[in-house]
């Protein structure tokens, strides 16, 4: 699932009907797989309720996978052996090391997409979702914000954030520009959230005139 998605674009995607949708949506509700949120928009509203999105929750997302978290165990293990035999730096270059292979397979599509910060984060939200992140970008007041759906070591950064610090600062690179993270699966939120500030504007120079000239 791609982040917060109606029944109609879930339907028209997988090429089903509208009740065969609400059918699979309903089932999923039960088993707390999905929860709905309500739409904002612009626009007035009409009658009727208003529109809801689905999302995947926590269970969700475990579920997603077709082998759920099964070395989380291990691989937490060996972050706190990191830790204790060669201190906290060792482990945030390993953070580093792990994320330097995804930086290299996402840089040649947000390269190709120009020097705009958001049009570079449009095409890194492409790239993540193509690897499995259910990413998007969008434009708010100040700047953008890029928002990962899905984290596929959240249960492990939740101890050892170093993990998310790594993976912002590819975020960084990649766009050309300093980001905030806002919010982490790995932190209990339920999105992943950069916040990309917009350009400052710099005010042109004043040539000031004087008798002489």
């Known amino acids: 699932m791609r982040g917060a998605t109606t029944a109609a674009e879930l339907g028209a995607e997988l090429g089903l009907s509208p009740a065969a949708i609400r059918k699979h949506l309903d ?13 904002r928009s612009d626009k007035p509203r009409g009658r009727g309720r208003p529109a ?18 099964h070395y989380d165990g291990i691989a937490t293990a060996a972050l706190r052996w990191i830790v204790e035999q060669h201190g906290p730096e060792a482990l945030s270059a390993f953070a580093a090391s792990q994320v330097r292979a995804l930086e290299q397979r996402l840089e040649a599509a947000v390269v190709s997409a120009g020097p705009d ?5 449009e095409a890194l939200a492409e790239a993540l979702t193509a690897e499995g992140y259910a990413a998007n970008a969008t434009t708010i007041a100040s700047g953008g914000q890029l928002c990962q759906h899905h984290c596929p070591v959240a249960h492990v950064a939740a101890e050892f954030p170093q993990l998310c610090d790594a ?4 975020i960084s690179r990649l766009i050309g520009t ?10 209990g939120d339920g999105v992943c959230t950069t ?3 917009a350009p400052q504007c710099v005010p042109a120079a004043i040539t000031v005139r004087t008798d002489n000239d």
């Open 167 to 170: 993976e912002t600062e590819v």
């Open 195 to 197: 916040h990309i500030p």
């Open 117 to 121: 910060p958001m049009t570079r984060a």
């Open 52 to 69: 809801k999105a689905f999302v995947l929750t926590a269970a969700g997302r475990e579920d997603l996978d077709n082998n759920p978290h």
């Open 178 to 187: 300093h980001v905030q993270r806002l919010a982490t699966i790995a932190h």
């Open 27 to 39: 089932a999923m509700l039960a088993e707390n797989l999905v929860e709905t949120r309500e739409l």
